[in-house]
């Protein structure tokens, strides 16, 4: 206890170099929890995004690529599925439910989907929960809008505020449907998925916004059709994006992707998402590793940080050292006075790393799910966190030895005398 | 007062691979008794000091301290056998700068429980017994206790030294040239304050310094140069 006072007096005289040795270390621990964190996090993320889905099914393409359209609203499509298609799909006898989604308009930035009263009913997240509205109801107008929980929190939106929608998936958007706004009429319950980012509209609201357009834009002068007109019209979807498929018997699942991937009515992919995440991991298990050998290479080279800036007190401090022998202290006393200088330096750094990484995961977390469509979870380090943090203080501990073990000897040889 | 607190005793020692260095027929430091030692610098000095703290062993004869030979303890117990019975006073620099005065005056009785010990049942405290000694030695301002070591003076730094190695009552106080920084009238006054503090608890002194001036204020003086037969061997030579 004594000297573990001791070393920390003698750490504080020579705080400069303390202070950036510990900076280093913090760091470095930050860049190794941060790496892990966001790895095994966006594991978790991607795998509770969606639930209960047997196939998903889009216009042929990779079937990661469906995957990060369709579901993490990352990417876009690049090509659309016939409004017949999912008809004859939807009403096969071995689907029980069926999800269509349409994508490609924006609200501020956060995607809108257009889709039906199923999505409400069967759409599945995490461990088999359903979507549930927190205020309001699903859409019932032509014009009604379902908002996921982050849009409503942090644009401010209530019930019954009107939306402008825009064309296109950025956050600037220079084409937007100013002439039919739509009225928010149900906000949803917080779900830690893409959903809680997302505007749902129904598919034929999608339709309409986009009656008028011709070529990409929108018609100009006589030709327009307000939003009241296009009530009137049959507003029966053309095309959609993608669609999701829960089946009677999961059985059949291969029989059904393989029946869709050789319908003749046009070329789809059905993939099964479980599947389709595997390929999506073993693709980034690579960047994975090299992330994780490249961080803890950085955590070594913070721990060498620090040997260095003990071992290069040693030489000035060999009359502090002759002091403390001749007051009494034993040359195991030296050892371990030196041994505990660097492991309240390491103490210290992961610490400050710890406290680092949440911090930084506090201020990321919101800006991770607005570009990459990631939760990060704000949780408790695990037992996985603590054993790497425990491996990194036995390491500087073993590395602490080394100049310990120099010290010792040469109080070993100095004894009493006091050399400068 | 039975025991002599050193003796030596037909004592050689060298360096690895060198001539020996000091070779000492018979010395011998009775309880109470203040020694003047005069060596010049490179004359084994320093050697023997660390031969008297156990740090290194005699490559023939016996040295005894308290009656104990150092030879036959192991290095642990020759650590804490200089730690329970010697106090050491250096040349300069002495103090730990990163611990308060106060702190650096206790810094024995944190090694040895002897020491710890014996400042007890004097004081109610360790930092009582630190305060009284400092006092003694003319460091009573609260002030002064409160400012950083390394802003004091350097006859200030010896006093906190002097009470450092003084603390928990040793039986051996060892002064390595503590007054050669300091000017010739702080110097006399040092040494009585220290005398009379080494009277109090009960202490001998070695006091070694090539300073021949001061040897008048001891009880006896010798020179290293005549004791060590090695290095009138040398001059021979």
Known sequence: MHLLRLALKSLGNRRFSAILTVLAIALSVTLLLAVEKVRTEARASFANTVSGTDLIVGARSGSVQLLLYSVFRIGSATNNIRWDSFEHFAEHPRVAWAIPVSLGDSHRGFPVMGTNHSYFEHFRYGRSQALQLSQGQAFDDLYDAVLGADIARELNYRLGDEIVLAHGTGAVSFVDHADKPFRVSGILERTGTPVDRTVHISLEGMEALHVDWQQGMPARGSARIDAEQARELDLTPKAITAMLLGLNNRISTFAVQREINQYRGEPLLAILPG?????????????????????????????????????????????????????????????????????????????????????????????????????????????????????????????????????????????????? | MTQPVIQLHDMTYAWPGQPTLLDIHEFTLQAGEKVFLKGPSGSGKTTLLGLLGGVYLPASGHIRLLGQDLARLSSVRRDRFRADHTGYIFQMFNLLPYLSLVD??????????????????????????????????????????????????IGQQQRVASARALIGSPELVIADEPTSALDADSREAFLKLLFAECQAAGSSLLFVSHDASLERLFDRGLSLQQLNRAASAQEVI
């Open chain 2, 104 to 153: 650096n005056v206790i810094l024995p009785c944190r090694f040895s429980r002897i020491r710890r010990q014996r400042a007890l049942a004097r004081h109610p405290s360790l930092e009582q017994a630190a305060c009284e000694l400092l006092a003694h030695l003319g460091l009573a301002d609260p002030a002064l206790l409160r400012r950083p070591v390394t802003e004091l003076s």
């Open chain 1, 275 to 420: 599947v389709a995440l595997q390929e999506l991991w073993s693709l980034l298990g690579v960047a994975e590793k090299a992330l994780f050998i490249v961080s803890v290479f950085v955590v070594l080279t913070g721990l060498v940080g620090m040997l260095t800036a003990i071992l290069s007190s040693l030489n000035e401090r060999r009359r502090e050292m002759a002091i403390l022998r001749s007051v009494g202290a034993k040359p195991r006393h030296i050892f371990g006075l030196l041994l505990l200088e660097a492991a309240s330096l390491a103490l210290s750094g992961i610490l400050l790393g710890l406290g680092l990484m949440y911090l930084g995961l506090w201020i990321g977390q919101p800006l991770i799910l607005a570009h990459y469509g990631l939760f990060i979870q704000i949780t408790p380090p695990g037992l996985y966190e603590w054993q790497l943090l425990g491996a990194i203080l036995c390491a500087s501990i073993l590395m602490g030895s080394v100049p310990a073990w120099r010290a010792y000897r040469q109080s070993l040889v100095d004894g009493l005398s006091i050399r400068t």
